[in-house]
Nanobody, 120 residues
């Protein structure tokens, strides 16, 4: 069974930084792409950043230029470096790993979530 273990959340003041980590139980090469989602209270879950096996990245417009997604294949870990944090970045952040099933269908595996709180 696939497990994703997240860490790195916490409380930070506006303008501060945090780095989230997500480590997979198996080889990271099994998943393509991997990404980070977030869900704020009362809001729908939204995609924050994606990274493909080849290293291509996509970002939510509101975090582009402040957040950086990266991967360390040797450590089976994906990171989300968050800088210049804003109160509106407050949410539970979830790691997502996608496994291609064929016919343009994917399985999603989720981490347990890590809480990021940005105070003003």
């Amino acid at each position: 069974q696939v497990q994703l273990v997240e860490s790195g959340g916490g409380l930070v003041q506006a303008g501060g930084s945090l780095k989230l980590s997500c480590t997979t139980s198996g080889s990271i090469f099994s998943f393509n792409p991997m990404g980070w989602y977030r869900q704020a209270p009362g809001k729908q879950r939204e995609l924050v950043a994606l990274i493909t096996r080849g290293g291509s990245r996509n970002y939510l417009d509101s975090v582009r230029g402040r957040f950086t997604i990266s991967r360390d294949n040797a450590k089976n870990t994906v990171y989300l470096q968050m800088e210049h944090l804003k109160p509106e970045d407050t949410a539970v952040y979830y790691c997502d790993a996608r496994e291609y099933l064929g016919s343009n269908e994917y399985s999603h595996y989720w981490g347990q979530g890590t809480v990021v709180t940005v105070s003003s």
